[in-house]
């Protein structure tokens, strides 16, 4: 028989429900792999060892009484730490948020509870999701699974993390330019960047509200299309989400037109170009026709992303002056001239510059200029790759234009790290879904392959990665841990 910990989501819910085991023992053995691999994957910051045995406790009790259960019932999943979880702190992987404890649960926490999920704990990020590495946290990097010395992605890369080395069955990561794709891509499981209004964001710690998105990372499509549709929805406390179909397993799959992005193939590592072009001959197996395409203003994105983002988290992060987030200070202690150099402190060098960057784009006479250039070069690509989308059903090309790579590669030189991010940031330019699907590996580090499809075309996404999956066969764990 299969590890308890390493079977699927829905694998879980119906072992439990033909009572081929209990959810303490499935509980139990996924705490004792955490035990083994964590000293190492360092995928955590807070892990709630007691919750998760109560809530598998509760489980087991409903199951023995024959009552309903959820559709993720007894399953354990991972949240990333810029996820509101009421009672369990909540930190972004930033000081200043070290002893935060939310009063309340962001909307995807209160439906995956309703669904029976056990939350697990909360797993690193890059501090408030700017990074592509998890180096950036300010408690320790997560490393790669399939190979400790390589960043496991970022900046859900304690998600990614988490799910490659077995420590949860599925996790929820939030992706502003990349952060689920990423680390999907360089750990070899499938994220997914939902099309901007499909997740309610209420709840996730603002990075950058008009480009981000909470999303599934999972080992198999089926997971994946569970927990989408778990969270997904409008939400009365989020104006920007909106209702949409759910989404389901194919039962055979419709032809679909598929461009390979020529940019992105071009610019990329011989390896990684290699895998696309092998995964686009497996899309010709499965009756997809795939010819190369441009994408005229494609090189705007990375710049256009980087100044919004930036402007947007200039103003998100002024909440953290210590007067409404940040430390508590005695009278004694409070000294009017070092009060906003302790606010200094407690963020990273990385959050700084993003600040810095953000409010200079913003400031008067600047804001023409480059503020409201970005947003115009933005609407251009959105525009422009919806005119694609009346062609082709799906863009794709490889979710990461390098290889896993060593810590400390790119963390002295900031232009370096945003530059493995000029892949994703164009699906959250657009608005648009996009999902990263393991295709392969090299020197045994993985490779993904990037799905893009029109606004709310994620059953396309879908769709062709479930057939993918089918055909491409990935191992699903790393050995080496
Ligand atoms: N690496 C990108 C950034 O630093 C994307 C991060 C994300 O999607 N949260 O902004």
């Given at each position: 028989m299969t590890r308890l910990d390493e079977l699927l989501a829905y694998e879980v819910v119906e072992g439990l429900t033909e009572g081929q085991f209990t959810a303490e023992d499935y509980v139990t053995t996924i705490l004792k792999r955490i035990e083994k691999v964590e000293p190492k994957?360092?995928?955590?910051?807070?892990?709630d060892t007691d919750g998760a045995l109560s809530s598998a406790k509760i489980i087991d009790k409903k199951l023995k009484e024959k009552e309903a259960i959820g559709q993720l019932a007894g399953v354990i999943v991972g949240i990333k730490d810029n996820i509101s979880t009421q009672g369990i702190r909540t930190t972004c992987a930033s000081k200043i948020l070290e002893n935060y404890v939310p009063t309340y649960d962001a909307t995807v926490i209160k439906s995956l509870k309703e669904s029976g999920a056990i939350l697990l704990g909360k797993l690193n990020l890059d501090e408030f999701g700017?990074?592509?590495?998890?180096?950036?946290?300010?408690y320790q990097p997560t490393r790669n699974p399939w190979n400790l010395d390589c960043v496991p992605g970022g900046s859900s890369g304690g998600s990614g993390a988490a799910v490659a080395a077995g420590e949860c069955t599925i996790a929820l990561g939030s992706d502003t330019g990349g952060s689920i794709r990423c680390p999907s891509s360089f750990c070899s499981v499938i994220g997914l960047k939902p099309t901007?209004?499909?997740?309610?964001?209420?709840?996730?710690?603002?990075?950058?509200n008009s480009l981000e998105q909470i999303g599934p990372i999972c080992r198999s499509v089926r997971d994946l299309v569970i927990m989408l549709n778990i969270i997904s929805g409008k939400d009365t406390f989020d104006n920007t989400s909106m209702p949409s179909n759910p989404i389901s397993i194919p039962k055979r799959l419709n032809k679909l037109n598929v461009g390979i992005i020529k940019e992105l193939i071009t610019g990329s590592d011989q390896e990684v170009t290699k895998s696309v072009y092998f995964a686009s001959e497996k899309f010709k197996e499965i009756g997809c026709p795939c010819e190369e395409v441009s994408i005229k203003n494609l090189h705007y994105a990375l710049p256009s992303y980087y100044t919004l983002a930036s402007a947007e988290a200039s103003s998100n992060l002024a909440?953290?002056?210590?007067?409404?987030?940040g430390f508590d200070y005695s009278i004694g202690e409070y000294k009017w001239d070092t009060y906003f150099s302790n606010v200094r402190e407690n963020f990273g060098e990385e959050v700084k510059r993003r600040i810095l960057i953000g409010s200079y784009v913003l400031s008067s006479g600047y804001y023409g200029k480059y503020y409201l250039k970005a947003r115009r070069l933005r609407s251009l690509l959105r525009l422009e790759l919806l005119e694609l989308f009346k062609k082709y059903d799906l863009l794709i090309g490889?979710?990461?234009?390098?290889?896993?790579f060593k810590f400390g590669e790119k963390i002295d030189d900031p232009i370096k790290m945003y530059l493995v991010d000029i892949n994703t940031v164009i699906a959250n330019l657009a608005g648009i879904p996009a999902i990263s699907l393991p295709i392969g590996f090299s020197n045994g580090l993985p490779i993904g392959l990037q799905l893009m499809a029109a606004p709310f075309g994620e059953q396309k996404l879908i769709d062709a990665s479930y057939e993918l999956e089918k055909i491409i066969n990935i191992p699903r764990r790393p050995n080496s841990i």
């Amino acid at each position: 028989m299969t590890r308890l910990d390493e079977l699927l989501a829905y694998e879980v819910v119906e072992g439990l429900t033909e009572g081929q085991f209990t959810a303490e023992d499935y509980v139990t053995t996924i705490l004792k792999r955490i035990e083994k691999v964590e000293p190492k994957v360092h995928s955590f910051i807070t892990l709630d060892t007691d919750g998760a045995l109560s809530s598998a406790k509760i489980i087991d009790k409903k199951l023995k009484e024959k009552e309903a259960i959820g559709q993720l019932a007894g399953v354990i999943v991972g949240i990333k730490d810029n996820i509101s979880t009421q009672g369990i702190r909540t930190t972004c992987a930033s000081k200043i948020l070290e002893n935060y404890v939310p009063t309340y649960d962001a909307t995807v926490i209160k439906s995956l509870k309703e669904s029976g999920a056990i939350l697990l704990g909360k797993l690193n990020l890059d501090e408030f999701g700017m990074g592509s590495t998890t180096e950036y946290s300010r408690y320790q990097p997560t490393r790669n699974p399939w190979n400790l010395d390589c960043v496991p992605g970022g900046s859900s890369g304690g998600s990614g993390a988490a799910v490659a080395a077995g420590e949860c069955t599925i996790a929820l990561g939030s992706d502003t330019g990349g952060s689920i794709r990423c680390p999907s891509s360089f750990c070899s499981v499938i994220g997914l960047k939902p099309t901007y209004g499909r997740v309610s964001r209420y709840g996730l710690i603002s990075y950058a509200n008009s480009l981000e998105q909470i999303g599934p990372i999972c080992r198999s499509v089926r997971d994946l299309v569970i927990m989408l549709n778990i969270i997904s929805g409008k939400d009365t406390f989020d104006n920007t989400s909106m209702p949409s179909n759910p989404i389901s397993i194919p039962k055979r799959l419709n032809k679909l037109n598929v461009g390979i992005i020529k940019e992105l193939i071009t610019g990329s590592d011989q390896e990684v170009t290699k895998s696309v072009y092998f995964a686009s001959e497996k899309f010709k197996e499965i009756g997809c026709p795939c010819e190369e395409v441009s994408i005229k203003n494609l090189h705007y994105a990375l710049p256009s992303y980087y100044t919004l983002a930036s402007a947007e988290a200039s103003s998100n992060l002024a909440r953290y002056d210590n007067l409404r987030y940040g430390f508590d200070y005695s009278i004694g202690e409070y000294k009017w001239d070092t009060y906003f150099s302790n606010v200094r402190e407690n963020f990273g060098e990385e959050v700084k510059r993003r600040i810095l960057i953000g409010s200079y784009v913003l400031s008067s006479g600047y804001y023409g200029k480059y503020y409201l250039k970005a947003r115009r070069l933005r609407s251009l690509l959105r525009l422009e790759l919806l005119e694609l989308f009346k062609k082709y059903d799906l863009l794709i090309g490889p979710t990461m234009p390098i290889l896993p790579f060593k810590f400390g590669e790119k963390i002295d030189d900031p232009i370096k790290m945003y530059l493995v991010d000029i892949n994703t940031v164009i699906a959250n330019l657009a608005g648009i879904p996009a999902i990263s699907l393991p295709i392969g590996f090299s020197n045994g580090l993985p490779i993904g392959l990037q799905l893009m499809a029109a606004p709310f075309g994620e059953q396309k996404l879908i769709d062709a990665s479930y057939e993918l999956e089918k055909i491409i066969n990935i191992p699903r764990r790393p050995n080496s841990i």
